[in-house]
């Protein structure tokens, strides 16, 4: 329940064991890009999520890709 806390997944209620997500390239992506690479693993997050039983990770995506940048840490 903690992991879940704060990231906006919910669970699938009854939705049962994770038997691992089966994550394929799509060979008609061509991964040259960096959106279509962006769009490829997002869609294999998507698919992880769902296998784990857990709901939302397309708006948790859309907020990932929409926020502001992260200021670097300096050491």
């Known amino acids: 329940p903690d992991l879940l806390a704060g990231n906006g997944?919910?669970?699938v209620r009854?939705?049962?064991t994770s038997r691992g997500a089966n994550l394929l390239a799509d060979p008609g992506v061509d991964q040259r890009g960096p959106a279509a690479r962006r769009?490829?693993?997002?869609?294999w997050l998507q698919q992880i999520s769902l296998d784990a039983g857990l709901l939302g990770?397309?708006?948790a995506l859309e907020r990932?890709?929409?926020a502001p940048p992260a200021e670097p840490v300096l050491s």
């Open 14 to 16: 009854n939705a049962g």
């Open 64 to 66: 990932f890709h929409t």
């Open 39 to 43: 769009d490829l693993l997002d869609s």
């Open 57 to 59: 990770m397309e708006q």
């Open 9 to 11: 997944l919910t669970p």
